[in-house]
């Protein structure tokens, strides 16, 4: 307890520094993003950390959908107007012999409201040196730029770097920032740049893989071209690490069919979700989104004609 209470102490004096920096009001989700969940999966304990929040335009998230029926959707899950501000949540994995990151976060200079990962794992007792490997979803600022530190170099200095192939393969391509639509060539340049420096640590993997002992990689392409999920099994227990496969709670699992414009191929991503959506409410498997509530750790469940997330955090 008293740890957390350093926790949320520390984020709303930082919180409170950014609203006055840019001199916005500190969103009241983000206070909510600063408490962690954990379960153990086996002998492999998980938690979340927060990394602080994104704010994400409205008319970007949205862009094509009928304002009035994502309002709706948006409404029933108590978000009013204003831009969307999810959280974004950093999975960490402990075992006897390793210490895992799945993602970074975002680093100090993707959003103001973001970059706190850090602090997150001081306050779970880790330094960044004791990270044994960093998993990475995909490439997009808010997963990839914190692997580096201020001074741009690797923050997790004795990690390995692990990444699926065709997520190296397409943000590497010094061509990528010129085919890649306008609106997401900084993306590009900002990854090939941060992945140059990390380069000589990092290995590919593939589809199906298991990456390490008991995480199996998933492709789930379409948000990036080489999105990837984690199935973790240990002892008859498993959970999905899903990235930003299923990006948010409200309009992705309500009608998990509709394009979301931060997903680069709206189509192939809608199809991902769908298949991942039907598979872990079918398997009532517990999933981790990187953008869901309350620590982000919870099950899907059927509703309606879509689906609902139910976060450990309610339980
Ligand atoms: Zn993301």
Same mark, same amino acid.
């Given at each position: 307890?008293?740890?957390?209470?350093?926790?949320?102490?520390?984020?709303?004096?930082?919180?409170?520094?950014?609203?006055?920096?840019?001199?916005?009001?500190?969103?009241?989700?983000?206070?909510?993003?600063?408490?962690?969940?954990?379960?153990?999966?086996?002998?492999?304990?998980?938690?979340? !950390?927060?990394?602080? &929040?994104?704010?994400?335009? =409205?008319?970007?998230?949205?862009?094509?959908?009928?304002?009035?029926?994502?309002?709706?959707? !948006?409404?029933?899950?108590?978000?009013?107007?204003?831009?969307?501000?999810?959280?974004?949540?950093?999975?960490?994995?402990?075992?006897?012999? =390793?210490?895992?990151?799945?993602?970074?976060?975002?680093?100090?200079?993707?959003?103001? /409201?973001?970059?706190?990962?850090?602090?997150?794992?001081?306050?779970?007792?880790? /330094?960044?040196?004791?990270?044994?490997?960093? @998993?990475?979803?995909?490439? &997009?600022?808010? &997963?990839?730029?914190? @692997? !580096?530190?201020?001074?741009?170099?690797?923050?997790? #200095?004795?990690?390995?770097? !692990?990444?699926?192939?065709?997520?190296?393969?397409?943000?590497?391509?010094?061509?990528?920032?010129?085919?890649?639509?306008?609106?997401?060539? /900084?993306?590009? @340049?900002?990854?090939?740049?941060?992945?140059?420096?990390?380069?000589?640590? /990092?290995?590919?993997?593939?589809?199906?893989?298991?990456?390490?002992?008991?995480?199996?990689?998933?492709?789930?392409?379409? $948000?990036?071209?080489?999105?990837?999920?984690?199935?973790?099994?240990? #002892?008859?227990?498993?959970?999905?690490?899903?990235?930003?496969?299923?990006?948010? &709670?409200?309009?992705?699992?309500?009608?998990?069919?509709?394009?979301?414009?931060?997903?680069?191929?709206?189509?192939?991503?809608?199809?991902?979700?769908?298949?991942?959506?039907?598979?872990?409410? $079918?398997?009532?498997?517990?999933?981790?989104?990187?953008?869901?509530?309350?620590?982000?750790?919870?099950?899907?469940?059927?509703?309606?004609?879509?689906?609902?997330?139910?976060?450990?955090?309610?339980?």
């Amino acid at each position: 307890m008293g740890k957390d209470m350093t926790v949320n102490r520390r984020d709303v004096m930082t919180g409170l520094a950014t609203g006055l920096a840019t001199g916005l009001l500190l969103p009241a989700q983000g206070w909510a993003t600063a408490g962690a969940a954990d379960l153990t999966i086996g002998d492999m304990q998980v938690q979340t !950390l927060s990394d602080g &929040h994104l704010v994400l335009p =409205r008319a970007m998230l949205f862009a094509g959908l009928e304002p009035a029926a994502v309002d709706q959707i !948006l409404q029933a899950k108590g978000i009013g107007a204003g831009p969307i501000e999810p959280p974004i949540n950093v999975t960490l994995l402990r075992d006897a012999n =390793r210490v895992v990151l799945f993602d970074t976060g975002a680093g100090p200079s993707f959003q103001a /409201s973001a970059g706190r990962l850090l602090a997150a794992l001081e306050t779970a007792g880790l /330094s960044p040196e004791e990270v044994t490997h960093v @998993v990475f979803t995909h490439c &997009h600022p808010d &997963h990839l730029w914190g @692997v !580096l530190d201020d001074f741009d170099d690797p923050l997790f #200095s004795n990690a390995e770097y !692990l990444m699926g192939r065709v997520e190296w393969d397409y943000w590497f391509d010094p061509n990528t920032a010129s085919t890649i639509s306008e609106e997401r060539a /900084s993306m590009a @340049v900002g990854a090939r740049r941060r992945m140059q420096i990390v380069a000589e640590r /990092s290995t590919r993997f593939e589809d199906g893989q298991e990456i390490l002992p008991g995480i199996e990689a998933q492709a789930s392409y379409g $948000h990036t071209p080489g999105h990837m999920c984690f199935a973790l099994r240990s #002892s008859g227990e498993s959970l999905l690490i899903g990235g930003d496969a299923i990006g948010n &709670h409200h309009v992705s699992f309500a009608e998990p069919g509709w394009p979301i414009g931060t997903d680069q191929d709206t189509e192939q991503a809608a199809k991902s979700r769908l298949r991942l959506l039907d598979m872990l409410a $079918h398997d009532q498997m517990r999933l981790i989104g990187a953008h869901l509530p309350q620590g982000g750790i919870g099950r899907v469940e059927l509703l309606g004609s879509g689906f609902q997330f139910i976060p450990d955090a309610v339980n």
